[in-house]
């Protein structure tokens, strides 16, 4: 089935120690995305890439970078975790056209741990 | 800028009791509509879609339509389950974003 993959699913880390996440997908999809949700909350949405570029959100700290080195795969860099950071990391992709919408897939999500 | 505004949460039911989710947007243009449920410990799951006014998205018994004369996107379900508990988040599109609003959690009881 046509997917999106999200390695780890349990990521815990120590405060400061640099850490990436995974995501990969099999849809094709030029578009893919990364958001954090915090408990209770919906999540946010911290950049995206559009095919190879890359559109990042305003208020996403400078801490958080993205690769995306082929349509397939796309991390997400922490280089210097705090306690904040704790969260739900989701990772999305749509099929997009220019000037038209199209639905968002999300892969199951890594849980990031900050020790 | 766009926002969703959906009901306050929880909202606890007992078994076969029927579901009402109110949501709301205010939007510039014509976004889609959509509905996605978050299980615990999961990611976001896409429950349904509507992308133009009168519209009825479905799925699994679940039904909204978008009403651009209310600007609403009510979820409803005529017979909840058990397994129906979870979050439930309504949100839209307009380009590439995806806007969410604050989600409800929905419990059902036996």
């Known amino acids: 089935d046509a997917m999106v993959i999200q390695n780890p699913r349990y990521q815990v880390t120590q405060f400061g120690k640099p850490v990436t996440l995974s995501c990969s997908q099999t849809?094709?999809?030029?578009?893919m995305y990364w958001y954090q949700q915090k408990s209770s909350q919906a999540p946010k949405l911290l950049f995206h890439?559009?095919?190879?570029?890359?559109?990042n959100e305003a208020d996403t700290p400078d801490n958080f970078q993205s690769r995306r080195p082929n349509t397939s795969f796309c991390f997400l860099d922490i280089r210097s975790p705090g306690l904040g950071d704790a969260a739900m990391y989701l990772c999305a992709t749509s099929s997009l056209v220019r000037s038209s919408t199209d639905t968002q897939y999300f892969g199951p999500g890594t849980r990031l741990t900050v020790l | 800028g766009d926002s969703v505004t959906q009901m306050e949460g929880p909202v606890t039911l007992s078994e076969e009791a029927f579901l009402t989710i109110n949501c709301t947007y205010t939007?510039?243009?014509?976004?889609?509509l959509f509905w996605y449920v978050q299980y615990p410990g999961e990611g976001l799951q896409l429950l349904l879609k509507?992308?133009?006014?009168?519209d009825k998205g479905s799925n699994k018994g679940f039904e909204a339509t978008y009403r651009k004369e209310t600007t609403s996107f009510h979820l409803e379900k005529g017979s909840v389950q058990v397994s129906d508990s979870a979050v439930y988040f309504c949100?839209?599109?307009?380009?590439?974003?995806?806007?969410f609003g604050s989600g409800t959690r929905l419990q059902v009881q036996p």
């Open positions: 949100a839209l599109s307009a380009r590439r974003a995806l806007t």
């Open positions: 939007a510039t243009g014509y976004p889609s």
């Open positions: 849809l094709n999809h030029n578009v």
């Open positions: 509507a992308t133009k006014a009168d």
């Open positions: 890439y559009y095919d190879k570029d890359f559109n």
